[in-house]
């Protein structure tokens, strides 16, 4: 008799928005997350796990396991449209040389496959419920790229409870707010007209992958699934059902700094940072020290904090929801889980930013409400700044948006499939260097299905850049990359470059030398004492801005700054600022016009629909 085949796994791939790397209770955080910390409990959890530096290139690269300037992000296509968007005050970086370029289109290329196509073609039935952001039309939609189920939230972010104030002739939407102001959603490939009353974004994705499993359930489908549940919080604004910022009540009055002592310590209780680490220095001063605020002000911004604590809660609970449901149904033994941030916290301090001066704060001011009673509710409008992010990020350097280990150092949890060892690790916890590029070729070993790189469907596709974890995971590998592993970052003039524990970082200022610094991480993970004027380390810094080029070379990165490369200037017959987002949702009627993304500029049209 031939023996019986074992069942393929299935796969649930959880994504966090702007989650700091502390926030969670088994990374050391104070915030209220049992089902995730559970998870952990019978899992992996990762200290050297890394990320782009914002969402959509670190989504980008969890759908196709290859740098996120090959497939079509090469930057956020809001921050290619309008350089000021990335612009703090005393920044000067244009985006305009990238846009037109490949590798910068804003939706997920031709040049790529995604991973769920894959896994559709295999006999796995493919799910996914939130945010997608990756595409604005529907042949850019999670449909198109292999999802047989999707509810997908389209833009960067939205308001997570779908309000939107009636605005006042002439008043218009401003600049900054237009792509983060509706919440425009997709099902199956479909303009989502109205969405559900009661809205809120975390329970609204967590019901829709829930209804989606139980389909599956009802319809006796067999097929093993690929769950994609990627949330929009706890990006901002901060808004969460007031139940859970009532847990926190009191919690963040002593301030930003405080808190960042008590997850440093809790870090080093938990064996995830050493005991004699230097952490960064905080770095905000666009923003007042937390002694030299009001009382009033002090009310607000610990306010804020609670809102965010109860938006990562709400996270918690969905994820409770649907683990429970597998569980409830048999299959969660069998499911491989994992659940990480997209980047490092948001410590923009937006209020500094010229373009948000200009017309937002005003627009806040006549249209919501930010009294102190009524922040976390879907007529509030706020973010919580650099301080409250850096006590996330500490020891690292700075935030979302930036390359240094603040940015783009997450925290990635796994509990493994039937049949799949989680490495005897101590408490679970590894060191192990590896990137988001990763998950792509580890799920395709899990399931037995090989890239079909150089071709797919008759059309050329790039291999993955990641690696797979499954030697290391089974015990055949020690590691997951080789010791001396080369990985390069650059998000909106923003690079790095890692080899093993050296890496060199550029930024522009205000937050930055705009020169190429060098840190050792193994002896300062905080990226504190810059060693690239030291004698002794010249050659090194000369290898390591060869293989800074090479990186280029490779992933078509187009510098905007001299010291990252070939300065490009932009040519004439490339996009003007303003006109490089494929479907202007937010203009009047937009959304009821079924046929508006056939509307567009000839250039659009002939990339959109083919004509």
């Given at each position: 008799?031939?023996?019986?085949?074992?069942?393929?796994?299935?796969?649930?791939?959880?994504?966090?928005?702007?989650?700091?790397?502390?926030?969670?209770?088994?990374?050391?955080?104070?915030?209220?997350?049992?089902?995730?910390?559970?998870?952990?409990?019978?899992?992996?959890?990762?200290?050297?796990?890394?990320?782009?530096?914002?969402?959509?290139?670190?989504?980008?690269?969890?759908?196709?396991?290859?740098?996120?300037?090959?497939?079509?992000?090469?930057?956020?296509?809001?921050?290619?449209?309008?350089?000021?968007?990335?612009?703090?005050?005393?920044?000067?970086?244009?985006?305009?040389?990238?846009?037109?370029?490949?590798?910068?289109?804003?939706?997920?290329?031709?040049?790529?496959?995604?991973?769920?196509?894959?896994?559709?073609?295999?006999?796995?039935?493919?799910?996914?419920?939130?945010?997608?952001?990756?595409?604005?039309?529907?042949?850019?939609?999670?449909?198109?790229?292999?999802?047989?189920?999707?509810?997908?939230?389209?833009?960067?972010?939205s308001n997570h409870y779908a309000y939107e104030p009636q605005?006042?002739?002439?008043?218009?939407?401003?600049?900054?707010?237009?792509?983060?102001?509706?919440?425009?959603?997709?099902e199956d490939g479909k303009y989502v007209k109205k969405l559900?009353?009661?809205?809120?974004?975390?329970?609204?994705?967590?019901?829709?992958?829930?209804?989606?499993?139980?389909?599956?359930?009802?319809?006796?489908?067999?097929?093993?699934?690929?769950?994609?549940?990627?949330?929009?919080?706890?990006?901002?604004?901060?808004?969460?059902?007031?139940?859970?910022?009532?847990?926190?009540?009191?919690?963040?009055?002593?301030?930003?700094?405080?808190?960042?002592?008590?997850?440093?310590?809790?870090?080093?209780?938990?064996?995830?940072?050493?005991?004699?680490?230097?952490?960064?220095?905080?770095?905000?001063?666009?923003?007042?020290?937390?002694?030299?605020?009001?009382?009033?002000?002090?009310?607000?911004?610990?306010?804020?904090?609670?809102?965010?604590?109860?938006?990562?809660?709400?996270?918690?609970?969905?994820?409770?929801?649907?683990?429970?449901?597998?569980?409830?149904?048999?299959?969660?033994?069998?499911?491989?889980?994992?659940?990480?941030?997209?980047?490092?916290?948001?410590?923009?301090?937006?209020?500094?930013?010229?373009?948000?001066?200009?017309?937002?704060?005003?627009?806040?001011?006549?249209?919501?409400?930010?009294?102190?009673?009524?922040?976390?509710?879907?007529?509030?409008?706020?973010?919580?700044?650099?301080?409250?992010?850096?006590?996330?990020?500490?020891?690292?350097?700075?935030?979302?948006?930036?390359?240094?280990?603040?940015?783009?150092?997450?925290?990635?949890?796994?509990?493994?499939?039937?049949?799949?060892?989680?490495?005897?690790?101590?408490?679970?916890?590894?060191?192990?260097?590896?990137?988001?590029?990763?998950?792509?070729?580890?799920?395709?070993?899990?399931?037995?299905?090989?890239?079909?790189?150089?071709?797919?469907?008759?059309?050329?596709?790039?291999?993955?850049?990641?690696?797979?974890?499954?030697?290391?995971?089974?015990?055949?590998?020690?590691?997951?990359?080789?010791?001396?592993?080369?990985?390069?970052?650059?998000?909106?003039?923003?690079?790095?470059?890692?080899?093993?524990?050296?890496?060199?970082?550029?930024?522009?200022?205000?937050?930055?030398?705009?020169?190429?610094?060098?840190?050792?991480?193994?002896?300062?993970?905080?990226?504190?004492?810059?060693?690239?004027?030291?004698?002794?380390?010249?050659?090194?810094?000369?290898?390591?801005?060869?293989?800074?080029?090479?990186?280029?070379?490779?992933?078509?990165?187009?510098?905007?700054?001299?010291?990252?490369?070939?300065?490009?200037?932009?040519?004439?017959?490339?996009?003007?600022?303003?006109?490089?987002?494929?479907?202007?949702?937010?203009?009047?009627?937009?959304?009821?016009?079924?046929?508006?993304?056939?509307?567009?500029?000839?250039?659009?049209?002939?990339?959109?629909?083919?004509?």
């Amino acid at each position: 008799m031939a023996a019986t085949q074992p069942k393929r796994p299935n796969f649930l791939v959880i994504v966090a928005d702007d989650l700091g790397f502390s926030d969670i209770g088994c990374y050391g955080g104070e915030i209220r997350t049992p089902n995730i910390d559970k998870l952990a409990r019978n899992g992996l959890r990762f200290t050297d796990f890394h990320a782009a530096a914002a969402c959509s290139p670190t989504r980008a690269m969890i759908m196709t396991g290859t740098d996120h300037h090959i497939a079509g992000l090469g930057n956020l296509v809001e921050w290619t449209n309008i350089s000021g968007q990335n612009g703090p005050k005393g920044g000067k970086m244009d985006t305009a040389p990238q846009r037109g370029m490949p590798g910068y289109e804003g939706y997920l290329n031709e040049r790529v496959v995604a991973l769920p196509e894959l896994l559709r073609d295999a006999g796995y039935c493919t799910l996914m419920s939130g945010k997608w952001h990756l595409g604005l039309t529907p042949d850019r939609s999670p449909s198109q790229r292999g999802f047989e189920r999707s509810f997908a939230h389209l833009p960067a972010c939205s308001n997570h409870y779908a309000y939107e104030p009636q605005l006042e002739s002439p008043d218009r939407i401003p600049e900054f707010m237009t792509m983060s102001f509706i919440a425009l959603h997709s099902e199956d490939g479909k303009y989502v007209k109205k969405l559900p009353e009661g809205w809120y974004s975390s329970d609204g994705y967590g019901d829709k992958m829930l209804s989606y499993l139980k389909e599956r359930t009802e319809n006796k489908d067999e097929r093993p699934f690929f769950g994609y549940f990627p949330f929009t919080a706890p990006h901002w604004p901060l808004q969460a059902p007031q139940e859970y910022i009532k847990h926190y009540r009191g919690v963040y009055d002593d301030g930003p700094d405080a808190l960042r002592q008590r997850r440093l310590q809790r870090l080093k209780e938990l064996g995830m940072i050493d005991q004699d680490v230097e952490p960064h220095p905080v770095v905000a001063d666009e923003v007042k020290a937390w002694e030299e605020l009001s009382a009033d002000e002090k009310a607000k911004s610990a306010r804020a904090m609670e809102c965010f604590a109860g938006m990562v809660e709400s996270i918690d609970h969905n994820v409770g929801k649907v683990v429970d449901y597998l569980e409830s149904t048999g299959e969660l033994d069998n499911t491989f889980v994992c659940f990480m941030s997209d980047n490092g916290a948001e410590g923009a301090a937006y209020e500094a930013y010229p373009i948000v001066q200009s017309t937002m704060l005003g627009h806040l001011t006549k249209y919501y409400d930010n009294s102190l009673d009524n922040l976390g509710n879907g007529n509030s409008f706020v973010w919580y700044g650099p301080r409250w992010a850096q006590a996330a990020t500490a020891p690292s350097r700075l935030y979302k948006a930036y390359t240094t280990e603040g940015g783009v150092r997450v925290p990635f949890l796994a509990k493994m499939p039937t049949g799949v060892p989680t490495p005897a690790v101590p408490n679970g916890i590894t060191d192990q260097f590896a990137t988001v590029m990763d998950l792509a070729p580890t799920i395709l070993a899990m399931a037995g299905v090989a890239h079909p790189a150089p071709a797919y469907r008759g059309r050329e596709v790039v291999p993955m850049r990641g690696t797979s974890m499954m030697p290391f995971l089974e015990g055949a590998a020690p590691r997951i990359h080789p010791e001396d592993f080369v990985q390069g970052w650059e998000t909106c003039g923003r690079a790095a470059l890692r080899k093993g524990d050296w890496k060199i970082v550029f930024l522009p200022k205000p937050k930055g030398t705009e020169k190429w610094q060098l840190y050792d991480l193994k002896r300062d993970p905080g990226e504190v004492h810059d060693l690239a004027d030291e004698p002794e380390q010249a050659e090194r810094m000369r290898a390591m801005l060869k293989l800074w080029d090479q990186y280029v070379l490779e992933t078509g990165v187009i510098p905007l700054a001299p010291e990252l490369g070939q300065w490009m200037e932009a040519m004439e017959e490339q996009m003007q600022e303003n006109v490089w987002i494929e479907y202007e949702y937010w203009k009047d009627g937009a959304r009821d016009d079924p046929e508006a993304f056939t509307k567009l500029p000839a250039r659009f049209q002939r990339t959109v629909t083919g004509i």
